[in-house]
């Protein structure tokens, strides 16, 4: 009966990890995904308006 013991903790850590994988991709998308990939899009121009305006006032 040891070895059920042994293989409990990691049976039930993968079924655990399993299920939060399951979650996170179908909460991918959804209605709010075009406003999400919105927001991150303007804040990489953003990231990147800030990298160029740095880079042209050194020189």
């Known amino acids: 009966m040891d070895y059920v013991s042994a293989l409990v903790p990691p049976v039930v850590m993968a079924v ?4 939060l994988i399951r979650v ?11 406003k999400e990939d919105a927001a991150v899009d303007a804040a990489l121009a953003r990231a990147e ?4 305006g ?6």
Request: aromatic fraction near 8%; charged fraction near 15%; avoid cysteine.
């Open 54 to 59: 740095s880079a042209n006032s050194e020189a």
């Open 24 to 34: 996170i991709v179908k909460t991918q998308g959804g209605a709010n995904k075009a």
């Open 16 to 19: 655990f990890f399993i299920g």
């Open 49 to 52: 308006s800030a990298r160029q």
